[in-house]
């Protein structure tokens, strides 16, 4: 804030019926270090207060009804913070009817301090330097109230960044993942034919290579399929929610599962699932990435158990799909949602993506997801929450 700046905040604007009083008035208030403007009638105070000023120093006498009741009005514009302050000398006997009710006509200029005339020079300076102080502490609310919206702005403004570089990023994704689709493709259908054609006629290094060429392939379609099916789920609008029996939606997860469920020997069973609000498609692929899961890290010599099973608390369901599989450390329990977070190495196959897409669904649906381990074999046991139907 700048010097000239903090002396128009000081100003203590004088208006009084007679000249000479206001000068007299300014004197006393420039020696004791307040910059003083006299003000000749009502409209030079209504101005000067529209510049900025510490606090008005008034004599009762010198504003006709009409001009008080403008001061009234420019009062009741100020900012939040703002109550400036008045000390009015008037001509005392409110303790009369008439008097009292012009007393309470000018508490109507807000902050007023009422001095009796005649008064004393310290009466004055006492009056005006109290004022001056609640002042400095509206001037404070002020810089206060600048510097938290400053801040809030600062942080609104990142928030926005934020948002767009996601936004970005997640179309970024969209368009590299459709796009490698196509070359993907051609590489996968040559090293098909490089596989069925040359097999066995060049030596063993190209045998093992090709066989490298097209599990690489593999991995990568299905990095691509995952994280398109991701992007949509975070671009497309939520087709309009029908009601879904969860345990249907498990039993088409199973269904698209068959194989692999029939090939680990998996027993599923589902206990209390109730019909929600939801989309059917989403739900499906959030079993089948949680079924998948537990069929993918399970343990070698323990026949897989999986259990799905619903539970009421307030207003929603809680869903737990938990199993006795390899289990994983309990420190990475959030870790595990996020975009490619992997812990159990490559030989067990999989994107990094299953539990991200789990998440979203769940978001999509208005509840929330989060799992549980005891880690070294001792299973694991996924939560999700979803709203209930009958509220
Ligand atoms: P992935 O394709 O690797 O399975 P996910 O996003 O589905 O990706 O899972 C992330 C990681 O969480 C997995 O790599 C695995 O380490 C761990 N994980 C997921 N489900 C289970 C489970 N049922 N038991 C043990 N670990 C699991």
């Not at 509206?138 to 810089?143: A, C, G, L, T």
Request: charged share 25%; hydrophobic share 40%; glycine share 8%.
């Amino acid at each position: 804030m700048t010097a000239e700046h903090n002396k128009q905040e000081r100003r203590v604007l004088v208006l009084a019926r007679v000249a000479r009083d206001a000068d007299l008035t300014g004197e006393l208030l420039e020696k004791a270090g307040f910059p003083c403007v006299s003000c000749h009638d009502s409209t030079e105070l209504s101005l000067e207060l529209g510049r900025g000023s510490g606090l008005v120093v008034l004599a009762e006498e010198a504003l006709d009804q009409p001009s008080f009741d403008r001061l009234v009005v420019q009062l009741s514009q100020q900012p939040r913070w703002s109550d400036v302050p008045f000390v009015v000398l008037t001509s005392g006997g409110h303790t009369t009817g008439p008097g009292r009710r012009r007393a309470e006509s000018l508490e109507r200029l807000g902050h007023v301090t009422l001095l009796e005339r005649p008064v004393r020079t310290s009466t004055l300076m006492s009056a005006v330097r109290a004022a001056w102080r609640s002042r400095q502490r509206q001037y404070e609310v002020r810089d206060y109230l600048a510097d938290r919206e400053r801040a809030e702005q600062a942080l609104m403004e990142q928030a926005n960044r934020l948002a767009r570089a996601n936004a970005d990023l997640e179309q970024f994704a969209y368009v590299t993942s459709h796009d490698l689709q196509e070359p993907l493709r051609s590489i996968a259908s040559f090293a098909q034919m490089l596989a069925r054609n040359y097999r066995g006629r060049l030596d063993a290094d190209a045998d093992e290579f090709i066989r490298y060429i097209t599990s690489g392939v593999e991995r990568m379609h299905a990095v691509i399929e995952d994280l398109l099916a991701y992007s949509r789920l975070v671009h497309q609008p939520a087709a309009p929610f029908q009601p879904v029996s969860l345990e249907n939606a498990v039993n088409w997860a199973r269904e698209n599962l068959r194989r692999s469920i029939e090939d680990s020997g998996a027993t599923i069973c589902c206990r209390n699932l109730p019909v929600i609000e939801g989309d059917r498609v989403e739900l499906v692929a959030l079993f089948q990435n949680l079924l998948s899961n537990a069929i993918k890290y399970r343990q070698e010599q323990v026949p897989l158990k999986v259990e799905i099973r619903g539970e009421r608390t307030d207003g929603e369901w809680v869903i737990s799909v938990a199993d006795n599989g390899i289990g994983f450390e309990p420190g990475y329990a959030d870790k595990i949602f996020e975009l490619f977070r992997r812990l159990h190495g490559r030989d067990i196959p999989g994107t990094g993506l299953g539990l991200t897409i789990c998440k979203k669904v769940v978001e999509r649906h208005g509840g929330r997801i989060w799992a549980e381990s005891k880690g070294g074999g001792h299973g694991s046991t996924f939560h999700f929450t979803l709203p209930s139907l009958h509220e």
